[in-house]
């Protein structure tokens, strides 16, 4: 799964938050079910000078997808709910499954 906080002008987003609290946060929810997070910041594109497309992505892989039903299932309210303490920007979620 991808959260993905797309750049916007004027937007706040705290990325100290959101890599030594947020994440951890999340991590300790997912304890047991196999799951791995990494957060990546964005910081370009391949066109030299080009501001990178979003703030911040969060990977988060899991053992297969029912886990990761699980999972959102039991946490999504408390992952959600706590958005609005690192940043305001509405992220956007991916679902996707590794093929290569």
Known sequence: MLAMYPQTEG???DLDY???THI?????FAEGLGMVF???????????????PFVAMAVVTA???????QYL?????AIMGDIPNYTDIQPVFQISEVVA
């Open 18 to 20: 959101y890599v030594n």
């Open 24 to 28: 951890p946060m999340c991590q300790k």
């Open 73 to 77: 299932g039991e946490n999504g309210a």
């Open 63 to 69: 053992p297969s997808l029912e886990a990761l039903q």
């Open 38 to 52: 990494a957060v990546d910041r964005g910081i370009g594109t391949v066109m030299p000078g080009a501001p990178a």
């Open 11 to 13: 937007a706040r987003f």
